[in-house]
């Protein structure tokens, strides 16, 4: 079956970086667009960033742009994403996933980014 395993997260200070990891399995990589998605408390789950099948396009959602890297290894089948300069209201679950049609959520990796 269709599953995601996000990794990577944790507690920062402001300004600091982390990279989170996602390892995806049950289907066919590189034939899916992926993205990392993330849910703040009390707010709506959010697209930050995108990334194409062969990984030659990105898109970032505006709060992260020029801060936020999304890249991927079709061979390892593995996601990821290098937040750097974090700020305070980066602070949520964050959750890879297919780009479109989003399905079968993983547990998310939370990010706190607090001083």
């Known amino acids: 079956q269709v599953q995601f395993v996000e990794s990577g997260g944790g507690l920062v200070q402001p300004g600091e970086s982390l990279r989170l990891s996602c390892v995806a399995s049950?289907?066919?990589?590189?034939?899916?667009?992926m993205a990392w998605y993330r849910q703040a408390p009390g707010k709506e789950r959010e697209l930050v960033a995108d990334i194409s099948k062969s990984g030659e396009w990105r898109n970032y959602g505006v709060p992260v742009r020029g801060r936020f890297t999304i890249s991927r290894d079709n061979v390892k089948n593995m996601a990821f994403l290098q937040m750097n300069n974090l700020k305070s209201e980066d602070t949520a679950v964050y959750y890879c996933n297919w780009r479109h049609s989003a399905t079968s959520w993983g547990q998310g990796t939370q990010v706190t980014v607090s001083a």
């Open positions: 049950g289907f066919i990589f590189n034939n899916y667009e």
